[in-house]
């Protein structure tokens, strides 16, 4: 999994898995699911990050090992 910030357009991305991206799909205006050909969530885009999340705060909890 990984996490990141984009500054410049305000963009938060979360990589949830390396698989290939078939498909995006809008949840809402801000928000894109990147789906692989299986249709599980691959990642997730967040327009407008520093308005709609904590970007300056990330914590991590419970990592496996």
Do not use: P, W
Not at 1 to 14: A, E, P, S, V
Not at 27 to 38: P, R
């Amino acid at each position: 999994m990984k996490i990141q910030y984009f500054q410049d357009t305000d963009t938060l991305y979360i990589e949830l898995n390396s698989n290939a991206i078939a498909e995006t799909r809008d949840l809402d205006d801000l928000t894109l699911l990147d789906l692989d050909a299986h249709g599980r969530i691959c990642g997730i885009t967040l327009e407008h990050a520093s308005r709609r999340t904590d970007v300056e705060r990330v914590t991590m909890e419970g990592l496996a090992a």
